[in-house]
Structures are given as structure tokens and as C-alpha cells.
């Protein structure tokens, strides 16, 4: 292990310029002639436009043009997608209903993109956007998923009969009914999980430019996955070519999933700028992102558990009503299903599992992956269910969820996943000694002594990260590959440039990524450049999504390493006149083994561009490219366990500890692994007991600025005690497994278990704010 290389605590590259105000946002480009775009918003639910009239914004100080849905139409750009094909179970396609960049015929969700005003500056583009004057017929809306189905609810897309999307199903519903006939015991619970706003830091942006005298465009965007976003904008929204289309995206202020995906402003404002012969930016403020940036969770489950006598479970059955809002967003197909149903197994050996999902419309801003994406919400099932279990048995939580643990490896569970490698009691372990659980009897006396209502809830989460194969992938519907790739560039000086597919949005790749080249070639971390998210620089790469970057994009790069690591030891072997396997790589030289004869990594580097003195037919220079597939998902997994206070009298919960003992495979950098845990835990702990998306009946969002939507603050946490276990990946070259969603996953039915079994009542959704806590205790009084 080198004092900068893998394994090693090092502060990160990025942060001194991120922390001084350095870093290049989207807001903070500027291009000559750069124009300001602002979008005229439905402010009704549901609706037909029956007239837009725009001549009084045209006529305002400063506009340079405003362009509608006919327009757009008449342009032949098309209709946002869904890229993830899901079959009811019956066979036939989900129903994706159109969903226009620019509506023109009809709005589905209060904040859905009508027209697009561009004029000189940002103030005078809301002036005018202000005075477009459209006439609406209103409709009847509907918000709720399990109403959305119901007779006389308003249908929002034709395509849709009854708002269902698809009705999907996984598993095997003939041993599932076999194993509960034979049961000893039927857990049951309905589990509601809350719809969230993601909120990055940074919101949601664009720049458009189309350069006439090139006939090409340029996007600047915040993304994830700047590459998806070119194909998709050419290959499906015909906003340009693949070939004179460029897309970039500079640094991002988090993601979380919600700029994973293309959204309509985009595409918006690369058609405008064509349109008008002007680059057009647009700027979400907060309020447009908590009505349009794509929402998370929002499940209804009925849930069932069968246990034999001895509490062994025999079967499970679940049944979901997932919400998609008012269209089909990128990826929202994937999310209820191959990323949900397929984690319903936990980390328990589970002989049958049947779950159906029904995904639905309702007029409601579109929901897709957030963080964890499909895995927090079967972990809430799960880990709700099984501390439910154990109250009603009547025994131990730990020791129900010992009991029935995976323990042999490799394990196939009923749903698709086979999970590779783990060792769940080591975490259970490592978390009750943490958490010093055996002494929390003693503390609760304490607290009632205060008047306080104490309560400990813990949960075992399994996630499956760095989706893939792309074949396996490919078979279940997905709409594109799921590998990555890497260019590794040492130039003739010796310094290093990585090019990567993923993309960095707080995650640290500055930082790591360059810690893999100074682990391998002992250069120091100041010579090795990672760039990423600018489709002209960087090969095509999938992104960065499902704590892929470290499993999936780190491998491509060792793969690229391997490759420049060979040829590098070849000219070495002949500028020493040595035997190429006796050359080994230590601290920037390249050695003979065993020996004092060197060569310096830079001297090796220059060698290889001033090609005076090659091996015999090899190419000059020293560039290398890989392209890496999984064969595998990999499976993160810990224990979490919290402990909270409850005041009786108001209901306000506070968390007194809270520990997380992970399983993450190897790890590049212990530092930044744990800032991912606390940051997911921040989140996960903010859905338990803060965050929820309200919309009243009529489809308005009541929880749409920070005045409303409450954000997790630094006295809401505890410190948090984390620690790590280690079973290496199998599949991937470097054993990791990823770790930017755990905190997420694991952490909201911790704290929910925690309070109930604080207050006594099993009856507690999230979020669980003082109201509903104290609404819960005074259930249980009566």
C-alpha cells in the first residue's frame, strides 16, 4: 500500500477548489450572444390548452422569442421516452403515454413545460413569460395510486386504460401459496413509502448553442451521464445528430439519481437556440425543482411473511402499487421492478417469493430512481417486517434475523439475484457491539426516569450495485449497455491523464481514480488528471448511477492499467537491456528485480514518444483504451442500528446513537467511504423523520420550497459510529462493491423501528414527524 494508494486516507484533490468558490457550475458558463430562456408552467394538474396566445410576451423589452409545442412539433423533435422496457405479466408493453418536451394539447402535472421564452436577460424572460396568456379547460385530477384505478378516476393517458402502466410479476406464486398452507406463522403489514424531492445542491440547468457556421450544437447540462444524454437527445428526441451534437457537464452539485435523466429543458433549449440563433440557458430555481425534478419512492405495499414453527421463513408475498406521476421518466420502469422486486430476499435464505407491482399514472410530477432506487423501498419492507415479526414471536430481533441469514455462498434467491459473497453476522456483530445493545435495557430505564420513551430498531440491508451484465440487462429490457470505459494517457513527460465514463458528482473521482494509477505506477497523485463528462474528450461511458463508478468504471480503468503497465515493461526491458518479466514497477521507476538498474517512469514515458529506441515493431506513443462488462451485480450489505428518545408529551424524536457497520468489499479510500455513509444516512434518516412530497387533491404541491418540504439539519443527527467488514468481491478485478447508496437503503427502517419500539404502536408512517408520533402514542392510550 503506497502513502497515497489504495487503502489510503487522502484528503481530496477536488476540494480546495470546490471550497474556494473555483468550481464551473453550468450557471457559470457563458458563451458570446449567451440569451436567458424561462418556461411557462401549467398551473393546473390536469388539463386541455385550449389557447396560447404570445403575442403580448413578443411584443416586451427585451424578448428574442417565444416558441411553443406546435412549434416544436412542426420541427419533428420528439417525445421524452422511457428507456427500460418492463412486460406485464400477461405479456403485453407498458402503456408509455406521450410526454411532449413543450405541451401543446394537454398538461398532466402542475409544472409541466407549456412554452419557452428567450430574451436578453433572466429578469426579462419571467417578465414575459409572465404575460403568455393560455387558456385551459381543467380536468379532474388525481394524486394517489391506489385511486388512480378506481371507477370515474380521470384517465391521463389514452394509451393507459385505468392509469396502469404495467402489471408485472416476479417469483413464483404456486411455491409462494405452497410454503404459506404449511405455515406456522403469517406476519402481515401495509407499508407506505413517502415520495421525496431529491434537492441537490445544485439545480437542475441548461445552456443550448447551436453554431450555424459549424451546423453543430453544444449542451452544457447538469448530468450524470452526459454520453446517454447525447444518444438519447439524437437517437430518440431528433434534437440533433449524434456526430454534431457535444454535450458537457461540468462539475454537478450532487445527483442522487435525479440528473441521471434528460429532461425536457434541455432539449428545450438546444432546439430554441437553433430557433433564434442565439445560445439559450436556462436556470431551475428551487421552487421549478421541487415541481419538476423527478421525484423518488412513493410505493404502497401490502406485504406477507410465512414462518415455520421454529420462525424459519418459508415464503413471502408482496404486493406494490408504484407511482410513476404524470409520464414515464428515463429509467421509472426499472425502479419498482428489476431494482425493487429483485431485493425482496434481504439478506435471508427465503425458499419461495412472489411479488406483483402495479405501476400507475397520476397527476403528479414523474418519479424514477433516487437514491438506493428500488432497494431502500424493498428494505423498508423487509426489515419492517421482520422486526414485526420478532414482536410478535415474542423474540430476539437479532437473533430472528441470525436465524434465518443467508450463509453459504454463492446464494440464488427466487428473484433473479444470485448474491456472490458476504458474511451478514459479522455486521449484526460488529453493529450490537458498537451499538453496546446488550446494555440498551439499562439506558431505557434511564430515559423513562426523564420521562422519555426510549427504543432501539435495527435493519439488515442487501443492495445489488453496478447493474450488469449488459446482456442480462439487455434480456429484462434495458434500453441500453451497462459496461464502462477508461482511456489511460501518460504522456511524454510521465504525467497521467485518465479518461473516464463515469462522472463525478461528489463522489471523489479526482481523488481515487487517481489513487488506482499511484497504487500501480507510484507516481505521485498530482501528476494523474482525471477528466470526464464532455463527450468530445472522453469515449462513450454509461455515467455514473447505482454506486456503479467504483465496481464498474475503476475496473475499466485497471483494465486500461494492465495494458499500459505492459507495454511500459516491454520498453523498459529494452532500454535495460533486461528480460521483460523481471521488470517490475516501484516507487516511479521501472527495475530489474532484484537489482540497482532502473529507469524512471518519465524516462520510460519520453522513450515512448521520441521512438529512437523501441522494441522491434512496436507503435510509438503510450495511450491505452479498455471497455469493461461485470459479469455480475455486486451486493453491498450491513447492519444498521438506531436509538432514539421520544418526548411523550410532544412527540418529537431524538436520535441518541446510531450505528452502521458495513460490508463494502475493498476500499480505495476509507475517508471518502465514510463521508458517502453519513451523507446517506443524512438522507435516509431525513425520509424517516422529515421529508415527504404532500399534493393536495386537486394536484398541487403543497410541499414545493423549503418553507414546506423539511430538509434534515445538522442538530437533527447524531455522530455517527461507522465501521467496515470486508468480503471481497468475486467479479470485479478489484474486489469493491460500491457504497454511495448504503446509508440510504439501511437507514430509514432503522429509526422507524426504533420509535415504534419506543411508543409501543407498530402503526407509524414516514415521515414520522412529532405530529404522527404523538398521534401514534395517543392511539395506543385508547
Known amino acids: 500500500m503506497g502513502i497515497e494508494g489504495v487503502g489510503a486516507r487522502v484528503a481530496r484533490k477536488e476540494d480546495k477548489r470546490f471550497i474556494t468558490g473555483a468550481g464551473r457550475y453550468v450557471d457559470d458558463m457563458v458563451v458570446p450572444g449567451m440569451k436567458h430562456a424561462a418556461f ?52 403485453s408493453p407498458m402503456k408509455m403515454g406521450a410526454w411532449s418536451p413543450l405541451a ?44 388512480a384505478m378506481d371507477k370515474g378516476a380521470p384517465q391521463i393517458h389514452p394509451e393507459a386504460d385505468n392509469n396502469l402502466i404495467f402489471d408485472w410479476d416476479i417469483g413464483n406464486a404456486d411455491d409462494t401459496a405452497a410454503a404459506f398452507k404449511k405455515a406456522a406463522h403469517v406476519v402481515k403489514m401495509d407499508i407506505i413509502n413517502n415520495r421525496l424531492v431529491p434537492n441537490a445542491m445544485e439545480p437542475r440547468a441548461a445552456l443550448g448553442h447551436y453554431d450555424k457556421a459549424e451546423d453543430h450544437y453544444t449542451c452544457w447540462t447538469t448530468s450524470q451521464n452526459p454520453h446517454v444524454a447525447r444518444l438519447v437527445m439524437s437517437a430518440f428526441y431528433n ?60 410505493h404502497h405495499t401490502h406485504a406477507e411473511m410465512a414462518f415455520d414453527k421454529d420462525h424459519k421463513i418459508l415464503g413471502l408475498k408482496v404486493e406494490t402499487k408504484a407511482n410513476l406521476g404524470a409520464y414515464m421518466s428515463l429509467f421509472s420502469s426499472a425502479t419498482p421492478t428489476y431494482l425493487y422486486a429483485t431485493l425482496l430476499s434481504g439478506q435471508y435464505n427465503i425458499p419461495a417469493i412472489h411479488a406483483n407491482v402495479k405501476a400507475i399514472y397520476t397527476n403528479t410530477a414523474p418519479v424514477d430512481a433516487y437514491r438506493g432506487a428500488g432497494r431502500p423501498e424493498a428494505t423498508f419492507v423487509m426489515e419492517r417486517m421482520m422486526e414485526t415479526a420478532a414482536r410478535q414471536f415474542g423474540v430476539s430481533p437479532a437473533e430472528l434475523r441470525r436465524k434465518n441469514f443467508v450463509t453459504s455462498f454463492p446464494h440464488q434467491t427466487p428473484v433473479i439475484m444470485c448474491y456472490d459473497a458476504g458474511d451478514y453476522a459479522a455486521s449484526l456483530d460488529a453493529a450490537m457491539k ?39 440487462v439487455g434480456s429484462l429490457g434495458a434500453g441500453v449497455g451497462l459496461w464502462e470505459s477508461a482511456e489511460v494517457r501518460v504522456n511524454a513527460v510521465g504525467t497521467i491523464e485518465v479518461l473516464t465514463g463515469s462522472h463525478s458528482h461528489g463522489q471523489g473521482h479526482e481523488t481515487t481514480f487517481a489513487q488506482l494509477v499511484n497504487e500501480r505506477f507510484g507516481v505521485p497523485l498530482d501528476s494523474v488528471s482525471i477528466v470526464h463528462g464532455d463527450t468530445d474528450k472522453v469515449q462513450m461511458g454509461m455515467g ?136 446517506g444516512l443524512a438522507q435516509g434518516i431525513g425520509q424517516a423523520l422529515l421529508e415527504g412530497a404532500h399534493y393536495d387533491n386537486s394536484g398541487q404541491l403543497l410541499t414545493a420550497s423549503y418553507m414546506d418540504y423539511t430538509m434534515p439539519r445538522a442538530s437533527d443527527l447524531p455522530s455517527f459510529k461507522v465501521s467496515t467488514s470486508n468480503t471481497p468481491c468475486p467479479g470485479n478485478p478489484l474486489g469493491i ?13 432503522a429509526v422507524i423501528n426504533a420509535i415504534t419500539d419506543a411508543i409501543g404502536s407498530n402503526d407509524l408512517a414516514m415521515p414520522a414527524s412529532p405530529s404522527t408520533v404523538w398521534a401514534a402514542i395517543r392511539a395506543t392510550k385508547h
Open 40 to 91: 411557462v408552467r401549467s398551473p393546473h394538474a390536469h388539463a386541455q390548452i385550449k389557447k396560447i396566445d404570445v403575442k403580448k410576451a413578443q411584443a416586451m423589452p427585451g424578448v428574442i422569442g417565444v416558441l411553443t409545442g406546435k412549434e416544436l412539433k412542426a420541427d419533428g423533435i420528439g417525445n421524452l421516452i422511457c428507456g427500460w422496457m418492463i412486460h406485464s405479466k400477461d405479456g
Open 104 to 147: 401543446f394539447d394537454r398538461v398532466r402535472y402542475v409544472g409541466d413545460a407549456v412554452v419557452i421564452v428567450v430574451a436578453e436577460t433572466k429578469g426579462q424572460a419571467r417578465d414575459a413569460a409572465e404575460a403568455v396568456e393560455i387558456t385551459y379547460k381543467e380536468l379532474n385530477a388525481v394524486v394517489d395510486a391506489s385511486k
Open 239 to 298: 434534437v440533433a445528430p449524434e456526430n454534431k451534437l457535444r454535450v458537457i457537464a461540468p462539475d454537478v452539485g450532487g445527483g442522487f439519481g435525479s440528473k441521471i435523466y434528460i429532461y425536457p429543458e434541455e432539449i428545450v433549449c438546444l432546439w430554441a437556440s437553433k430557433k433564434t440563433g442565439v445560445p439559450v440557458k436556462w436556470v431551475a430555481d428551487r421552487t421549478e425543482s421541487f415541481l419538476t425534478d423527478a421525484h423518488g419512492r412513493d
Open 434 to 472: 458498537a451499538s453496546d445493545y446488550a446494555g440498551f435495557a439499562k439506558r431505557k430505564a434511564a430515559a423513562a426516569k426523564k420521562g422519555l420513551l426510549r427504543g432501539i430498531g435495527m435493519s439488515c440491508y442487501i443492495e445489488a450495485c453496478g447493474i450488469a451484465p449488459s446482456a442480462a
Open 544 to 679: 455514473t448511477y447505482g454506486s456503479r463508478s467504483g465496481a464498474v468504471g475503476m475496473s475499466a480503468i485497471v483494465k486500461a492499467l494492465d495494458k499500459v503497465e505492459a507495454k511500459a515493461k516491454k520498453i523498459a526491458a529494452h532500454l535495460l537491456e533486461a528480460d521483460e518479466s523481471d521488470i517490475v514497477i516501484e516507487n516511479g521507476a521501472l527495475k530489474v528485480a532484484g537489482t540497482d538498474k532502473n529507469v524512471p517512469w518519465f524516462q520510460m514515458a519520453l522513450a515512448a514518444y521520441t521512438a529512437h529506441n523501441l522494441p522491434g515493431g512496436m507503435e510509438p506513443g503510450l495511450k491505452e483504451t479498455a471497455f469493461y462488462d461485470p459479469s455480475n451485480f455486486t451486493f453491498p450489505a450491513g447492519c444498521y442500528i438506531c436509538e432514539v428518545e421520544v418526548d411523550p408529551e410532544t412527540g418529537m424524536t431524538g436520535i441518541v446513537q446510531f450505528v452502521a457497520a458495513d460490508d463494502f468489499g475493498n476500499i480505495i479510500n476509507p475517508m471518502i467511504v465514510e463521508g458517502q455513509v453519513h451523507g
Open 737 to 749: 462493491k460500491g457504497c454511495g447508496e448504503a446509508g440510504a437503503i439501511g437507514s430509514p427502517p
